[in-house]
């Protein structure tokens, strides 16, 4: 059965797209804890982030390092924290939170609600930064 971020890869399911090459793709999480806070999965449908071959995953952590240096460059925050959680959504996926405190990173915390103008250009803006 295809999972959410399958669909929304296919295009079934809109996204604030940050980039994307041919074996992995980022977007914003539509409930962040913070604003940026970005979703980084790989192409091909795998639940448990440690069943990626080992050139997948480190490709993967190599695409989010990229993602996270212009989410930093672009979101104030003192770092971008990255996370494994996966059990909401079963399909491999690293969460980047740009995080001021460590509390930012709790994912108990209430999810903001961003307008979705704020989000599109926060997807731009961070994406503008992918291009320097």
Do not use: W
């Not at 104030?76 to 939170?97: R, S």
Request: net charge negative; hydrophobic share 45%.
């Amino acid at each position: 059965m295809a999972t959410i971020f399958s669909k929304i890869l296919q295009g079934e399911i809109p996204c604030y797209k940050i980039a994307e090459d041919d074996r992995y793709f980022a977007f914003l999480d539509i409930r962040p804890l913070t604003k940026g806070h970005t979703l980084v999965i790989p192409k091909t449908e795998i639940d448990y982030i440690f069943d990626l071959e080992d050139e997948q995953l480190s490709g993967m952590v190599l695409f989010a390092k990229r993602i996270a240096n212009a989410i930093h460059a672009e979101i104030p925050c003192v770092k971008v924290g990255m996370c494994v959680i996966g059990l909401e959504v079963p399909h491999a996926h690293i969460h980047l939170v740009p995080m001021n405190q460590m509390s930012d990173m709790n994912f108990s915390n209430a999810k903001l609600e961003l307008d979705p103008r704020v989000m599109e250009q926060t997807a731009a803006a961070i994406r503008a930064r992918l291009a320097v």
